[in-house]
Every structure is written in structure tokens, then in C-alpha cells.
């Protein structure tokens, strides 16, 4: 059974969402504040994180910025902060999502399904596929490791970085807009909502590129998306 950990302070939500996610056959344990939240975070393993922003004693950001460090299960970060720099920073830590409260508890458990279900076919994909190394100039992607190397130097990424980068090296030349790249790496119709996959391309060019302001490898085609250049 997945385990999910929620990270919440207000208990009227912690009800409603653990009903729902433990009615779709999840195991739900609870943190009402941060510095709880963060240790069993830390210290214990979970398939999935639903993490709020606004916290007592430690907050949602700090909480994401140090599982990042040790851990690559998804996060999924919720807030009554509307704000595009509050999800841009988000995002920027390693969160994998960020929904804006109020949501309906349906939508929120048809994303932890959807990131659940994402992370185990990308596994299990890397698992089966005969061909376990990608080769692209500089890049080198291993996928049985979930490892990346950029000019013969290993680079950290998370999660969501490493899905989207193995997506775009699977596929390449290929020209895919942010709507399909939303779909195929988080699960999910976009609703509308770019900012996601365009964080997630600016931090991969930080990550791949010599000059992140003129791209060699993932190559933006205005008005359409993007492409990664063999």
C-alpha cells in the first residue's frame, strides 16, 4: 500500500483529505506542524508528500528545500498563496506540483494518483527497456541509476527534472508544447497552467548548459514549445 505523509496545520482539511485518500485505498500519516512534519520526512519513507506552505515552526519551503537534498519522493505543495512567485519558488526547490487552495479534495487525490502512477511507470520503464544509456554530446543519462552526467561531471537532479529530461532525450528533435509535456510528466491535463513546465526547462538549463541564456540543448520554438537538439 502507498504511503502518503501530510503536511498540514489545519485540521479541518487534514480530516477531509485523509478520508478521501485513505477511501482510495492510500495509507495516510499526519504532521500538523513543520519541524514534526519535516523529521518523519526525513526519517521515514513515503511514496508521496502533500505539503503546506504556511507552517508553524518550519515552513513549507524549508521543508521542501531539505527532503530535496536526501530524498526524490514527489511533493505535492499546497498553499492559499495565489502568488506566481510563491508556486515559481516552490517549484524551484523541487516540489514536483503546487495546487492553490481552496481545491477540490477529488482534484487533489486524482494528482496524488496521477503522480503515484507516474513515478511507477517511469520506474519500471527504466527498468525494462533494453537500451539503459543515453548519449547526447555532453549528456550522458543512465537510466538504471537515474543518473546524469554533464561533461563526464555528475549533476543532481530531482524528480521531476531527471522524468523531464529522460522525456525530452527519449523524443529527440522532437518539438512538444508545454500542455504535452505537463501531460506526459505530471499525469495531468495542464488546466490552463504553463508555469510549471517552464520553471522546470529554466532549471534544467541551469543544470545541462554551458550559457543557459543561449541553449544548445533544449531549444525553445516560439509559440509552440520546446525540443531537445541531438
Known sequence: ??????????????????DYLEASGLAVEVAISGDI?????????YDLIILDLMLPKTDGF??????????NVPILMVSAKKEDIDKIRGLGLGADDYMTKPFSVGELVAR??????????LMTDNRIRQKDEI????????????????????????????????FLAVHPNRVFSKDE????IWGLDSLGDNATVTVF?????????????????IETIWGVGYRLNF
Open 1 to 18: 500500500m502507498k504511503r502518503i505523509l501530510i503536511i498540514e496545520d489545519e485540521e479541518v482539511i487534514v480530516e477531509v483529505e485523509k
Open 37 to 45: 512534519g519535516l523529521k518523519k520526512a526525513l526519517e521515514e519513507d
Open 62 to 71: 524549508e521543508i521542501c528545500r531539505q527532503v530535496r537534498l536526501l530524498k
Open 112 to 121: 496524488v494518483k496521477a503522480h503515484l502512477a507516474r513515478y511507477d511507470r
Open 135 to 166: 548519449r547526447i554530446r555532453g549528456i550522458h543519462i543512465d537510466k538504471i541509476s537515474r543518473k546524469v552526467s554533464v561533461n563526464e561531471i555528475e549533476v543532481s537532479f530531482t524528480s521531476k527534472e531527471y522524468d523531464l529530461l529522460l
Open 181 to 184: 509535456l505537463f501531460e506526459k
Open 201 to 217: 526547462i529554466s532549471k534544467l538549463r541551469e543544470k545541462i548548459e554551458a550559457d543557459p541564456s543561449k541553449p544548445q540543448y
